[in-house]
C-alpha cells in the first residue's frame, strides 16, 4: 500500500510517518515537508530519515509534482495560526483551503476508489452565533478546505474522511500551542496561572489522535461527512491545569472569581463589533479568553467513537507521561 502524508513534519504528521513506515514498509510512504517550517519541524526531520521516509519538499499553493498514486492520503498540512484576521498578514493560511484544492487536483483521477484523510479542526464550529462563520480565519480556512474535499471526493470518486480534531496534548506539540502556553503559565505561577478558568474543552493526547486517523482511513464506515476527534472526558481548563500543575510538582491554581467576572469578560468577548476596530493582537487576546472561559474548545466525539470503539488515555495519565524522563529520547513540553 503506497501512503502519502502532507505535513510529515507536523507533531501529528510526523508521528503517523513514522508509524505508517514501520508497519508497512518505509518505500511505501512518502511524506510532504513546507519549503519554510520553523525549529522544531527541522528537529523531526533526522527521525523521519531514520525511518526512511521519502520526503518531498513543497509548497501546496504551487504546482506539485513527484506525488505518485497514493492509495491512502493523510492530509495534515495547515497554517495554524489563529492569530491572523487577514490574509495579507501571512499568505500561507491559504494551504488550509487553496492547497487542499491544488493537492487533491494534482492528485485527481488517480484517488478514484481510494482513501483521503483530512485532519481538519474543532476550530470551524467556533462560530459567530448559530449560524455565523467561524471567528478565526484559521477556522474559515479550514471550514472551506472540508467543503473542497467533499466536493472532490464527489468528482473523483474517493473515500473522504474528515476528522475535526480536538484540542491535541503531548509531548513535542508545535511552538505556540494552548497546551505550551498553559504549562508555561502553570510553571512560572503567573496570574493567568493561577485562575480557575471555567471553560471546558475536548481533549485528545497525540498518541490517541493518530491511532483513531489510522483506524478511520481502515474503516470504510467513516467517511462522507465531518466527524468530531476526542476523548468522551468533559473537562474542565481548570482541571486541566490541575493536571499540569500535578505532573511539574507545581501549586494548583487556586484564585475562583466570582461567575459575575467571567460573565462580564465573556459578554465583551463576544460583542462583535469590538473585534472591528481593534489591533488583530488584541482581538486574539480576547479570543483565547473567550476559550478558556467559554466551550469554543468543546466538541463531542461519540459518532466516531462508536464506529471506532477504543479507550482514550485518560488525560491526567497521558499529561502526566507528557512530562516524563527524557531519558525516553522523546522531546517532552517541559
Known amino acids: 500500500m503506497r501512503i502519502l502524508v502532507t505535513g510529515a513534519s507536523g507533531c501529528i504528521g510526523s508521528r503517523l510517518a513514522e508509524r505508517l513506515a514501520s508497519e508497512h514498509g518505509p518505500q511505501n510512504v512518502t511524506g510532504i515537508v513546507g519549503p519554510g517550517g520553523n525549529a522544531r519541524e527541522a528537529s523531526r526531520l533526522p527521525r523521519l530519515r531514520a525511518a526512511g521516509v521519502r520526503l518531498l519538499t513543497a509548497d501546496l499553493l504551487e504546482p506539485v509534482e513527484g506525488l505518485g498514486e497514493p492509495d491512502v492520503v493523510f492530509h495534515c498540512a495547515a497554517n495554524l495560526r489563529t492569530e491572523l484576521q487577514s490574509e495579507s498578514e501571512d499568505p500561507s493560511v491559504r494551504i488550509n483551503d487553496a492547497g487542499t484544492e491544488r493537492l487533491l487536483d494534482a492528485l485527481g483521477e488517480s484517488l478514484r476508489g481510494k482513501v483521503f484523510v483530512h485532519a481538519s479542526s474543532v476550530a470551524v464550529t467556533d462560530r459567530w452565533g448559530t449560524d455565523g462563520p467561524p471567528r478565526t480565519l484559521y477556522g474559515r480556512t479550514k471550514l472551506k478546505s472540508e467543503e473542497i474535499v467533499l466536493e472532490r471526493s ?4 474517493f473515500r473522504a474522511v474528515i476528522v475535526r480534531i480536538g ?47 489510522l483506524r478511520a482511513a481502515a474503516e470504510p464506515k467513516v467517511g462522507g461527512r465531518p466527524m468530531f476527534l476526542a476523548s468522551p472526558e468533559d473537562v474542565t481548563v481548570a482541571e ?23 460573565a462580564a469578560i465573556r459578554a465583551i468577548c463576544g460583542f462583535r463589533p469590538f473585534w472591528w476596530f481593534l489591533p488583530s493582537k488584541i482581538t486574539w487576546l480576547a479570543w483565547r479568553a473567550s476559550l478558556i472561559i467559554g466551550d469554543g474548545f468543546r466538541c463531542d ?9 477504543r479507550g482514550y488515555e485518560p488525560y491526567r495519565e497521558g499529561v502526566a507521561r507528557s512530562f516524563a524522563s527524557k531519558a ?7
Open 167 to 213: 484540542t491535541v496534548y503531548g509531548p513535542d506539540v508545535r511552538a505556540g500551542h494552548v497546551f505550551e502556553i498553559v504549562t508555561g503559565h502553570v510553571k512560572e505561577g503567573t496570574l493567568a496561572g493561577r485562575v480557575r478558568w471555567p471553560g471546558r474543552l475536548s481533549l485528545v493526547h497525540i498518541d490517541d489522535t493518530v491511532e483513531i486517523m
Open 328 to 334: 525516553s529520547g522523546e522531546r517532552v513540553c517541559a
Open 154 to 157: 464527489r468528482r473523483y470518486g
Open 301 to 309: 466525539g461519540t459518532e466516531l467513537g462508536r464506529l471506532l470503539p
Open 240 to 262: 486541566w491545569m490541575d493536571a499540569i500543575a500535578d505532573a511539574l510538582g507545581r501549586p494548583r491554581p487556586t484564585l475562583a472569581p466570582p461567575a459575575w467576572v467571567f
